[in-house]
């Protein structure tokens, strides 16, 4: 073999392992970045849920439906317990 082919074989492998580590950098911070926006996504979206719920929460009707569910009742009414067998 020529020496000249023997360099140029021993340079294009030197130069293809020293391309592997940045191409792999690359290809985890893409898939860093991907994962990111797919977090902030459904962030963004349970922020909203939460949001709605509290502005749901923040009527009367809201307030009482939850109290009776704790067993509270308005002043006048008869409270009843019901016990099934």
Known sequence: MRPRRVILAVTAVVLA?????PVRAYRAAQDH???AEL?????RSDHADLARRVAESDT???????ARSLGFVFRGETPYIVVSR
Do not use: D, G
């Not at 392992?17 to 580590?21: E, G, M, N, Y």
């Open 17 to 21: 392992v020293l391309f592997i580590q």
């Open 39 to 43: 977090s902030l996504a459904r962030a």
């Open 33 to 35: 970045h991907r994962r």
């Open 60 to 66: 009367r009707a809201a307030l009482v439906a939850e």
